[in-house]
């Protein structure tokens, strides 16, 4: 049956192989195992201001040779007033990405998740503000449909999987 | 002898018996008394509770209405769960009427999603009926519908219209001939550990955790998430909260699966060894179906209207 569909075992393998490729360009993804068992999945951490840019002392993914936007980072006190004077932290975005491959459609799904740095979710309406313009007139036709609102480990919101690959294509393009 | 048809009947219209109390800490202008309400088992609680809402909104200041949100006991209900899961899950063993507490205040981000509108519930809704047809059916029967049909799917169940429904919802019911039974069987087991005593932080030893009241414990630990609920220590909400797998309906020898070989596969912990003492209830819309039953069969009479099995396994009660 694994011949017929996308398999668990060829996603991972293609996982590796992405992961490969995001470490040598610096993009930021990383393979994390479940907690009770062999499955996996692949996750990406991004942080952003709210009109759309990327906080510049954290440079943009492709930039980062040394590792990644944390959360810790940006919790560190900064003497740079510059930088920090338009990324106070009421309106830095964290972006949680999550691919998991489903059972149910096997095939990889895209799970993403927007929160202030307090912890508190972005509601569906700054979600749906965020999307990038090429998609948005299709997203604005049928929300419901391009976007479902499921309660995931992280409490993410889910692409639908017929558009998946619209969504995963350029991840920072969704912000 | 009661028809196979009779079954779908009597899913669709069971109903739960419910007294819905406004939270004691909730700052009232009025009076607000309890609510009484015969809940669809088969539905969802944003879907059926708007009523529930404008009465206990009319006790309210206007600017201490927000978003609304239910819990039982201590742990805040799932809108997303079918409302017959819930009670299955966290108070099958009590007495009724079910009583639910309503809060408008302090929204437990951690546990609950957001329910904007009867779109939220929709979409949910639709998305779970995609998702058990691509296990059914690879999709093919549900994407062959026109809009109108998945429509009339939504519109039957947020009006209680069982023909409206089941005129569409039987076609996600067939397979071919030559198959015995669908590809795979869409089912989701949600599983409550026994109650238990345990310590709380920063408050008294309780006893299987019904003494504890809200008030004793600290602001920050209030409606803690179901995992780390002291009272009904449902497990698994923070890693997964359901088990799902791929199993199919027929073996390769072209015998039925039962329900029994289902839990033998997946949940082996709910089944009662040979010799043991019965520890758990493995519970579906409020009953026992017997082990021996066809996962086919109860896949076709048994599933909530998002054409999954909801399955709960609980601990066998004491009395």
């Not at chain 1, 999550?98 to 998740?113: D, E, K, T």
């Not at chain 1, 449909?145 to 993410?156: A, G, N, R, S, W």
């Not at chain 2, 079918?82 to 507490?101: C, K």
């Not at chain 2, 066809?294 to 399955?311: A, G, K, R, V």
Request: aromatic fraction near 12%; proline fraction near 6%; charge should be negative.
């Amino acid at each position: 049956m694994e011949d017929e569909f996308f398999g668990e075992k060829c996603f991972q393998y293609y996982c590796a192989e992405f992961i490969k490729h995001s470490q040598q360009i610096g993009d930021g993804w990383e393979w994390k195992t479940a907690k009770d068992c062999s499955d996996g999945y692949m996750c990406k951490t991004e942080f952003q201001i709210k009109n759309g840019t990327t906080p510049s002392h954290l440079g943009t993914p492709a930039s980062v040779h040394t590792g990644f936007p944390t959360e810790e980072n940006l919790e560190l006190p900064v003497d740079d007033s510059e930088v920090m004077e338009s990324a106070a932290a009421s309106k830095v975005i964290k972006y949680e990405y999550h691919v998991l491959y489903s059972c149910s459609y096997q095939v990889p799904v895209l799970y993403f998740r927007a929160s202030f740095l307090d912890g508190k979710p972005l509601s569906l309406t700054d979600i749906w503000e965020g999307v990038h313009e090429c998609y948005k007139t299709r997203l604005l036709q049928g929300p419901w449909d391009t976007i479902t609102q499921q309660k995931c480990q992280l409490h993410h919101f889910m692409a639908e999987h017929h558009g998946a690959s619209c969504w995963s294509e350029s991840t920072s393009e969704l912000c | 002898m009661t028809d196979d048809k009779d079954v779908l009947r009597d899913v669709w219209f069971g109903r739960i018996p419910t007294c819905f109390t406004l939270y004691q800490d909730e700052i009232t202008e009025r009076e607000a008394e309890p609510y009484y309400l015969l809940l669809p088992r088969v539905s969802y609680l944003t879907l059926v509770t708007d009523k529930v809402k404008k009465h206990f909104q009319k006790a309210l200041r206007q600017e201490d209405v927000s978003e609304i949100w239910f819990e039982y006991e201590g742990t805040p209900l799932k809108w997303h769960y079918p409302i017959g899961l819930l009670f299955d899950l966290l108070a099958s063993s009590s007495a009724l009427p079910w009583n639910i507490t309503v809060h408008f205040k302090s929204f437990p981000e951690k546990d609950l999603l957001h329910c904007p509108s009867k779109d939220a519930v929709e979409a949910h809704f639709m998305s779970c009926m995609k998702e058990a047809d691509a296990l059914k059916h690879k999709s093919q029967v549900i994407n062959e519908m026109q809009k109108k049909d998945h429509k009339q799917l939504w519109m039957g169940l947020q009006n209680d219209r069982f023909d409206q429904f089941w005129a569409i919802n039987r076609k996600l019911m067939e397979y071919p001939p030559e198959e015995n039974g669908f590809r795979y069987i869409p089912f989701r087991i949600y599983q409550k550990l026994g109650l238990s005593t345990l310590y709380y932080p920063g408050t008294m030893q309780t006893k299987v955790g019904l003494e504890l009241r809200e008030r004793d414990l600290p602001a920050s630990e209030r409606y803690l998430p179901a995992y780390a609920s002291p009272v009904l220590g449902i497990k698994t909400t923070t890693e997964r909260p359901f088990i799902q797998k791929l199993f199919r309906p027929v073996a390769a020898d072209g015998q039925l699966h039962t329900l029994g070989d289902l839990l033998k596969e997946v949940c082996p912990s709910a089944i009662t060894p040979e010799d043991g003492e019965k520890k758990n209830q493995v519970m579906i819309h409020g009953i026992e179906p017997m082990l021996e039953t066809p996962l086919q069969w109860l896949s076709e009479h048994l599933s909530y209207p998002d054409n999954f099995l909801h399955i709960s396994i609980v601990p066998q009660p004491t009395d």
